[in-house]
């Protein structure tokens, strides 16, 4: 009988992907997957260190998953970010932790669990790969049968070294993927049906794979199969005339663009290391919507950070209203290890807890309508769906995304993989809703709608 592994996901896209890229490494040497962690034989988490409630959570588990430890004999692993940050403290804080492992060392799995496993030794392996050396993971397209759609990494990294932020530390300095090897992994993606994908790293549209981001883009929308290509996450520097143009020439380019400007004050993003104003951001942002009118905009904005007076909280209420987003991920302020912000914090002054949620809270607010304003222009509109399965709220019902990424969850009984048209009867902040129309396309292939991924418990 197979040993049985269980991944817990936490953080962005990157960790998902790097999740699947785990789960072949362990295939590869007898495990199967379940959605259990009481019967694992292996338990791995897979972290993000970005916020210092995403470790809260990571360490919350692992007291959860130490159980299993005590009853069952589990080995417990410790991936992703915090494992590259922490290295050997976690074994020091966490007993009944067996082995620890950074991004770079995933296709080290198998050599990790047989030195655990033979020499009876816990393992550190966070190394660094130098860039020139770096080899992507090539990904299994079988992991992704039955998927609508599906993350393909084209680098990794990133040089900005922004004040806030821990990820240099964390996931090492900018590597692209040769755009060979991205372009035939989404080929190999189509061919199992596949039919959106989004080209992910820390800062995409940095990317230098041997044709610059836009071009990488292009030629992704010319990939038999594809019906659509998306991205993440972007840094403002990097926008562009020649994606914007991208954006206007080729229409598979999805209409969204993450484009996190993190705060509407001056003096912030100075502070934040974030080399453009306000009023740069917002030209950029006119230009790309001069493009591509449909286009869909959401961001990421820090509540919060060290010496953000209410002055400067209001000016980003203001971006927030003049940007009119249609999402937004917004949190507080957490100082993180090794990062500029918390060297420079005294200095700067700390902006207290109390404070940052209640900022939170309004921008928050703001947004909620401003969502509901943008999504409750869709009512009465048809719009194109591509349906990724079962609504989630509701088995009954359908469930998939716009072009513009905007959530629908409709009446019908159109096949996962297949576009539809959906007559949107009701809007809320969050998502939209309505009955399907005529079919566009169908599904390239029969998808299997049951849950593919009963391992990736994500958080």
Same mark, same amino acid.
């Given at each position: 009988m197979s040993k049985r592994y269980f991944i817990h996901t936490f953080g962005c896209q990157m960790n998902v992907n790097d999740t699947l890229r785990m789960s072949e490494a362990l295939k590869s040497v007898g495990y199967a997957a379940t959605a259990d962690f009481e019967r694992a034989d292996l338990i791995v988490l897979n972290t993000c260190a970005i916020r210092e409630k995403a470790e809260d959570k990571m360490h919350s588990a692992l007291g959860r998953y130490r159980q299993v430890k005590l009853s069952r004999g589990a080995l417990i692993g410790v991936g992703g970010c915090v494992a590259q940050q922490e290295? /050997?403290?976690?074994?020091?804080? /966490?007993?009944?932790?067996?082995?620890? *492992?950074?991004?770079?060392?995933?296709?080290?799995?198998?050599?990790?669990?047989?030195?655990?496993?033979? $020499? @009876?030794?816990r393992v550190v392996d966070t190394a660094w790969v130098d860039s020139e050396e770096y080899v992507f993971p090539r990904a299994d397209a079988e992991t992704s049968r039955g998927k609508v759609t599906e993350f393909v990494t084209i680098m990794k990294g990133c040089d900005n070294v922004c004040a806030f932020c821990v990820v240099p530390h964390t996931r090492g300095r900018e590597v692209s993927r040769p755009f060979v090897d991205v372009l035939d992994e989404v080929a190999r993606l189509t061919?199992?049906?596949?039919?959106?994908?989004?080209?992910?790293?820390?800062?995409?549209?940095?990317?230098?794979?041997?044709? /610059?981001?836009?071009?990488?883009? !292009? @030629?992704?929308?010319?990939?038999? =199969?594809?019906?659509?290509?998306? *991205?993440?996450? /972007?840094?403002?520097?990097?926008?562009?005339?020649?994606?914007?143009?991208?954006?206007?020439?080729?229409?598979?380019?999805?209409?969204? *663009?993450?484009?996190?400007?993190?705060?509407?004050?001056?003096?912030? !993003?100075? @502070?934040?290391?974030?080399?453009?104003?306000?009023?740069?951001?917002?030209?950029?942002?006119?230009r790309l919507r001069a493009a591509r009118p449909d286009i869909a905009v959401t961001t990421d904005i820090i509540? %919060?950070?060290?010496?953000?007076?209410? #002055?400067?909280?209001?000016?980003?209420l203001q971006l927030t209203e003049a940007a009119k987003y249609d999402g937004q991920f917004s949190f507080v302020y957490s100082a993180r290890p090794k990062t500029a912000a918390l060297l420079k914090e005294a200095e700067w002054g700390v902006v207290p807890h109390e404070q940052k949620v209640e900022r939170? $809270?309004?921008?928050? #607010?703001?947004?909620?309508?401003?969502?509901?304003?943008?999504?409750?222009?869709?009512? %009465?509109?048809?719009?194109?769906?591509?349906?990724?399965?079962?609504?989630?709220? $509701?088995?009954?019902?359908? *469930? %998939?995304?716009?072009?513009?990424?905007?959530t629908v969850n409709f009446d019908g009984d159109a096949p996962a =993989?297949?576009?539809?048209?959906?007559?949107?009867?009701?809007?809320?902040?969050?998502?939209?809703?309505?009955?399907?129309? @005529?079919?566009?396309?169908? #599904?390239?292939?029969?998808?299997?709608?049951?849950? #593919?991924?009963?391992?990736?418990?994500?958080?």
């Open positions: 290295k /050997s403290k976690l074994l020091e804080r /966490s007993p009944w932790v067996d082995f620890v *492992f950074g991004p770079d060392a995933i296709g080290n799995l198998p050599q990790i669990l047989e030195r655990v496993g033979q $020499d @009876r030794v061919r199992v049906g596949v039919r959106e994908v989004t080209l992910i790293g820390q800062n995409v549209n940095s990317y230098l794979g041997g044709i /610059s981001f836009a071009q990488m883009l !292009l @030629r992704t929308c010319e990939v038999p =199969g594809v019906e659509r290509v998306r *991205f993440t996450t /972007s840094h403002p520097h990097d926008l562009s005339d020649e994606l914007i143009e991208a954006f206007k020439v080729q229409p598979k380019i999805a209409p969204h *663009f993450h484009l996190p400007v993190q705060s509407g004050s001056d003096d912030v !993003l100075k @502070r934040m290391r974030r080399d453009y104003t306000v009023a740069e951001y917002l030209e950029r942002l006119a509540v %919060g950070f060290p010496g953000e007076t209410e #002055a400067d909280f209001e000016k980003t939170l $809270d309004r921008l928050q #607010a703001l947004q909620k309508r401003i969502s509901l304003e943008l999504n409750s222009q869709n009512v %009465g509109k048809t719009l194109e769906v591509l349906v990724e399965g079962r609504s989630k709220t $509701d088995a009954a019902r359908r *469930f %998939g995304r716009t072009p513009q990424n905007r =993989g297949a576009l539809v048209e959906v007559k949107i009867e009701r809007a809320s902040a969050s998502s939209l809703g309505g009955v399907q129309g @005529r079919m566009l396309s169908p #599904a390239p292939v029969k998808i299997d709608e049951a849950p #593919a991924d009963a391992e990736l418990c994500v958080a």
